[in-house]
């Protein structure tokens, strides 16, 4: 998870569909059926955060089990600080909804020769966990996926299926997601996560 990562939400480091849905799809922990996350895979982001390096103000906020939206505005505004202290200009013009989490809006203007890379450390050291399990784990964002994927799943396959792409008949949508990447990856103008509307998807 640590290599070469870009913010989920409002960053100069952007991502393409593919690469958004491919983090949305593996990052943070498990889900159990009650779209409330296990203590044991929060303890595993915990102990990932703590190898890391990340700050403590991080890592405590997975104390009671849960990520709240307080805990998620409290990690990105130590982010935000950081990186301003490191000169860059880090604007946030409210709020915005994605992917069924309320998350800030935000830009990254870095100062005159400045290095990106400085901004990316502040962002890993104190809020990337909390960031990523806000918009993938909580039971928000966990009940958020299980619409999408109830609701584009059928679409994905018969894509796919247009492309001539092979999925067995019990795929999940993730591994239908999977397949719709790869063969982005090999065919860039047959994206079918693009024509199903997977990232405009707020329904």
Do not use: K
Not at 108 to 129: H, N, S, W
Request: net charge negative; hydrophobic share 40%.
């Amino acid at each position: 998870m640590r290599a070469n990562r870009g913010r989920i939400v409002g960053t100069v480091v952007l991502m393409t569909a593919a690469a958004t849905v491919a983090t949305a799809c593996s990052a943070g922990p498990s889900a159990s059926t009650d779209n409330s996350p296990s203590i044991d895979s929060i303890a595993a982001v915990v102990l990932e955060a703590t190898a890391a390096g990340a700050d403590p103000s991080q890592i405590e906020l997975f104390d009671d089990g849960v990520i709240t939206y307080a805990d998620y505005e409290l990690a990105m505004n130590h982010f935000i600080s950081c990186a301003t202290d490191s000169g860059f200009q880090v604007p946030v013009t409210g709020t915005v909804s994605r992917g069924g989490v309320t998350v800030l809006n935000y830009t990254i203007t870095p100062p005159r020769d400045g290095d990106i890379a400085l901004a990316d450390a502040c962002y890993e050291r104190y809020a990337y966990y909390v960031d990523s399990f806000w918009q993938t784990s909580s039971s928000d964002a966990i009940a958020f996926a299980e619409r999408r994927a109830a609701a584009l799943a059928a679409p994905l396959r018969q894509c796919l299926a247009g492309y001539g792409v092979d999925v067995a008949q019990d795929a999940s949508f993730d591994e239908l997601t999977a397949a719709a990447i790869e063969h982005l990856s090999v065919n860039q103008q047959e994206n079918c996560l693009s024509d199903i509307g997977y990232s405009s998807w707020e329904g």
